[in-house]
């Protein structure tokens, strides 16, 4: 019914910079939040930001002032601008998306993930 499509991933040098995208689409009323999450090999999924309905932010004390989330109401789409990036940010990045759909229920959705790799 809903799908998140990401784009933007790949390979960086460190301090470079990346945009990712998600797009939703499908049966949608309003979608309450969206957020990025990570898993790199070895470690726990972490969340890495989130942005509610109202503009509210959170990130992870490890990418505070080096990511930014961002979200297009109309366009059902949230972005994570990564800068000054580093080996470390190395990782799989799953969108996700808490969604109201036309009967008051609520549902969580996944993206596929995307690559991120982070290397000199």
């Known amino acids: 019914q809903v799908q998140l499509v990401e784009s933007g991933g790949g390979l960086v040098q460190p301090g470079k910079s990346l945009r990712l995208s998600c797009a939703a689409s499908g049966r949608i009323f309003s979608i309450k939040a969206m957020g990025w999450y990570r898993q790199a090999p070895g470690k726990q999924r972490e969340l890495v930001a989130t942005?509610?309905?109202?503009?509210?932010?959170n990130f992870a004390d490890s990418v505070k002032g080096r990511f930014t989330i961002s979200r297009d109401t109309a366009k059902n789409t949230v972005y994570l601008q990564m800068n000054s990036l580093k080996p470390e940010d190395t990782a799989v990045y799953y969108c996700?998306?808490?969604?109201?759909?036309?009967?008051?229920?609520?549902?969580?959705?996944w993206g596929q993930g995307t690559q991120v790799t982070v290397s000199s």
């Open positions: 996700n998306a808490d969604v109201e759909d036309f009967l008051g229920g609520l549902y969580a959705y």
């Open positions: 942005i509610i309905s109202g503009g509210s932010t």
